[in-house]
């Protein structure tokens, strides 16, 4: 770099106020979504592994809602649970559950874009986020999943949230053709309006971990290896986000973030349609741990944290800090 250039960055640097000025990626409220978990009964539940995070009954849930609009948070993305489980996940799609009465009240009561995350594993017994089917492999009997049935199901699903007031329905399954078969039945059902935010590049990330221990969702009778993607792949990321935009996906999705910057980066400079990164419970729950020992700061970590993910070509962040960062940014 020519001498001239150096001391020209070197000024811009020195002062804060033109620090400011010239800063190339500024984090907003606005970009951010709250994650917020449902739960069945009376009250509030907090999340050990979670430090801050609890889950909600439907009064309380309301309750949150309506404090995170007053915050300045414009979107949520709620996750369902139903204590009764099978194999099929059932009661995921049942229009009268407390969750689906949920999603009416804070829809009847706010303005907050309300997103509806779409899956099976905190509706299965067997922890899995599609429809299972046994099949024998080298090691003996292990769980599959069943894309056709899986896509079907999670369509009746989207379904039943969009009717009781989601904008917006997640879906996160990883099931090949997830995005097409919810897509056409919102369609059939006149939900032409209701998007699509679609976790097209999930990972089989091992930073989920506080994540299922909300809804005890652990996977039994083998891993989630086989639908979620391998963490060495860049190039398959790229197929899948792809595919899902062919499908009818509104928003794609990269899922962790902050090991996965540069899927983030690679994907944002090959689309056009708005990127989403979710930025999940174990990067939340590390950085929790090393304020509470001490370590380090949080609210300085947590920040550049989101920054690095806008950095990256997020237009939307996906965070359990969304609500604290509004007293922060």
């Known amino acids: 770099m020519p001498l001239s250039l150096k001391n020209k960055t070197t000024r811009l640097r020195k002062n804060p106020l033109l620090r400011s000025l010239v800063r ?6 606005d970009d951010l979504i709250m994650p917020i978990f449902f739960k069945d009964g009376k009250g509030t539940e907090a999340v050990p592994s979670m430090p801050g995070i609890n889950k909600f009954s439907s009064e309380c849930l309301l309750r949150e809602a309506e404090a995170l609009g ?22 995921s799609y049942n229009e009268e559950s407390q969750f689906h009465k949920a999603i009416k009240n804070i829809k009847k009561s706010s303005d907050l874009i309300i997103i509806a995350d779409v899956c099976l594993c905190a509706f299965t017994d067997h922890g899995h986020c599609g429809i299972a089917k046994k099949t024998s492999g080298k090691n003996g009997a292990h769980l599959q999943i069943d894309d056709s049935k899986t896509a079907e199901t999670l369509a009746k699903i989207a379904v039943s949230y969009a009717k009781a007031g989601a904008d917006m329905v997640a879906p ?8 097409k078969a919810i897509r056409e039945t919102l369609d059939k059902n006149g939900f032409t309006d209701t998007s699509i935010i679609s976790y097209s590049a999930k990972y089989a990330s091992n930073f989920y971990g506080p994540f299922r221990g909300i809804y005890d969702s652990t996977p039994k009778g083998s891993d989630r290896k086989g639908y979620q993607m391998d963490f060495g792949n860049k190039r398959e990321a790229i197929r899948e986000i792809f595919l899902d935009i062919e499908e009818g996906a509104d928003i794609v999705m990269v899922k962790p973030a902050l090991s996965y910057l540069d899927i983030i980066q690679s994907i944002r400079d090959k689309v056009n349609i708005p990127i989403a990164a979710y930025n999940v419970s174990g990067e939340y729950s590390m ?10 700061d949080e609210k300085s970590v947590a920040l550049e944290i989101l920054q690095s993910i806008k950095r990256a070509g997020a237009d939307i962040i996906i965070s359990y800090w969304a609500k604290e960062a509004t007293k922060w940014i």
């Not at 190339?24 to 409220?29: F, H, M, R, S």
């Open 70 to 91: 007053k915050s300045g948070i414009k979107s949520i993305l709620l996750f369902g649970s139903s204590p009764k489980k099978d194999s099929s996940g059932s009661s």
């Open 287 to 296: 950085v929790k741990a090393a304020h509470l020992k001490g370590w380090l």
């Open 172 to 179: 996160s399954a990883m099931a090949n053709g997830q995005v």
């Open 24 to 29: 190339e990626t500024e984090l907003n409220i």
